[in-house]
């Protein structure tokens, strides 16, 4: 058995053993450590597996001379004492693996993601790894080798998933490097199975991202774009045969957020290539900040706010900026004018009420719109007062007049029409030079705002017969913000008070 990493448990190169460099560094967990701090967990690791043996095979049995004993006696050693114990435990192992692998193995520069915590230390599987190894002679018979090499494969790339899953929770220098790296040799050692394909073609795109981060890193958006291109590419291959094979169904969210982010960083790359001026390390720098962004807390709300998903689609907002930042994609952006592009969720209200009295009576069918401040999970008032966040409209129905002086006429009891002339007025446009703040909510915490919005505002009202409101997608409004903020006027009197509370220092745009 070759030196290993007395952190991770990798073994070394065979260059680094064969040095005689007092410091060595492992290149799968990036630690440096003493040579004889490595050689003294060898030896330490070599007993635990020769205790593991011992436990395992018959007294007496001397594995190490294992070849000179007869295959027939070699092979029922390993069927009743070694497969029902490495079946035991490489289950456990699976389990481990394919839950990591529900996780998305990606972070942009200078965020660290450590959502998830495996089940085991990279030390657990390397060790397993090594036991695997030192019962291979006992494996005679072709079943007893599958499972061994199965076994050795699984646990060598697990275990080197794990180590990159620690890299993603620390942003330590050349992370990148040493993740391409675990990533590339973790598809090898699946070998070139068929029940793995998707699995290697991932870690190899997710390879080939890292590279691409790591040239964006050096300020090299040429070899970045073309290395983010092929990794993104491959990863949309990769989810549609995890969407056609059920067992690879807990792949499919995280290869999602991987997409997007390889989105995001290619369009930060299109941007430092096309766009003169643009900083790619800035712009990284705010898509951290909105991973740092604190949300608002509130109990009813943290199902949502804490589901990791979320990031996926605020990410594939940030990239559609990006792109239309870039001159390569445009954004719904209604009329008017104004330094920044302010982002609200555009909701479609349909609503019917009883109008008339007596023999006139009927029902009215109204549509409104509305409109939510894309930010409002920043805002625990709004989390708990929802229409605080909504052109509350409402908020200023005279609860008398509607039953007061109907005559059967009326098209509407809210007074939104400002708000639908802003949501007609939406086209498909380039930002220019304006300013695009980021959208930080998604569309199912929308949908939530909303209906929560609406029980409170009709629970009294019997009158009322609300459809599901449908949150339709997020539009840009033109606001300036020079001497405080200063919206179109259509808003009228519904201004969101949540709007009163945005502070300028501290909105994240691009
Ligand atoms: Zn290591």
């Not at 445009?330 to 609200?344: D, I, K, N, Q, R």
């Amino acid at each position: 058995m070759a030196l290993r990493c007395k952190y991770c448990g990798a073994p070394f190169e065979r260059e680094v053993v064969d040095s005689v460099a007092p410091y060595i560094t492992c290149s799968s967990c990036g630690t440096t450590q003493q040579r004889m701090d490595a050689k003294a967990y060898l030896e330490e690791m070599m007993v635990q597996v020769k205790s593991w043996i011992s436990s395992a095979i018959p007294s007496g049995f001397n594995i190490s001379a294992a070849e000179n004993v007869d295959p027939i006696a070699r092979n029922s050693i390993f069927v009743r004492d070694i497969r029902p114990r490495v079946n035991m435990e490489l289950t456990n192992y699976k389990f481990g693996n394919i839950s990591l692998l529900g996780n998305s193995l990606m972070a942009l520069p200078f965020t660290r993601s450590s959502s998830y915590v495996p089940a085991h230390t990279p030390a657990e599987a390397f060790e397993f790894n090594a036991r695997i190894k030192s019962v291979e002679p006992l494996a005679v018979d072709e079943d007893g080798r599958a499972l061994l090499t199965e076994a050795d494969s699984l646990t060598r790339s697990y275990a080197l998933m794990i180590n990159n899953m620690n890299l993603l929770a620390e942003d330590k220098d050349g992370r990148y490097v040493l993740m391409a790296k675990n990533f590339r040799e973790a598809a090898s050692a699946l070998g070139n199975g068929r029940d793995n394909e998707a699995i290697i073609l991932r870690f190899n795109a997710l390879a080939d991202i890292c590279d691409g981060c790591q040239y964006l890193l050096e300020g090299k958006p040429g070899d970045a774009g073309s290395r983010l291109r092929r990794g993104n590419k491959a990863l949309t291959d990769v989810r549609s045969k995890a969407a056609a094979d059920p067992q690879l169904g807990i792949m499919m969210s995280a290869v999602d957020q991987e997409i997007s982010l390889s989105d995001i960083l290619m369009n930060v790359a299109g941007m430092m290539e096309t766009a003169s001026g643009t900083d790619g390390l800035e712009t990284l720098n705010v898509i951290k900040k909105v991973m740092d962004s604190p949300l608002a807390q509130n109990k009813g709300w943290t199902h949502l706010l804490n589901n990791r998903n979320r990031y996926g689609e605020i990410f594939s907002n940030i990239s559609s900026i990006l792109t239309a930042r870039a001159g390569k994609g445009t954004l719904p952006v209604s009329s008017g004018s104004g330094e920044y592009l302010m982002p609200f969720w555009e909701v479609d209200l349909k609503y019917s009420f009883t109008t008339g009295a007596l023999w006139s009576k009927k029902s009215v069918e109204v549509k409104e719109d509305l409109l939510i401040c894309a930010d409002f999970v920043t805002d625990s008032v709004c989390l708990s007062n929802p229409a605080s966040a909504i052109t509350d409209i409402f908020r200023i129905r005279p609860e008398s007049s509607i039953l007061a002086g109907i005559k059967g006429r009326e098209t509407s009891i809210s007074r939104g029409q400002g708000i639908g002339r802003i949501q007609d007025s939406v086209a498909e446009d380039s930002p220019g030079g304006r300013k695009v703040i980021i959208p930080l909510s998604t569309k199912r915490e929308a949908e939530n705002l909303v209906s929560e919005y609406l029980r409170q505002r009709t629970a009294t009202d019997n009158k009322l017969r609300l459809s599901r409101p449908e949150v339709q997608r997020v539009i840009y409004i033109p606001v300036n913000m020079s001497n405080g903020l200063h919206l179109p006027s259509d808003f009228g009197d519904l201004i969101p008070d949540r709007l009163k509370r945005v502070n300028k220092n501290t909105i994240l745009y691009i």
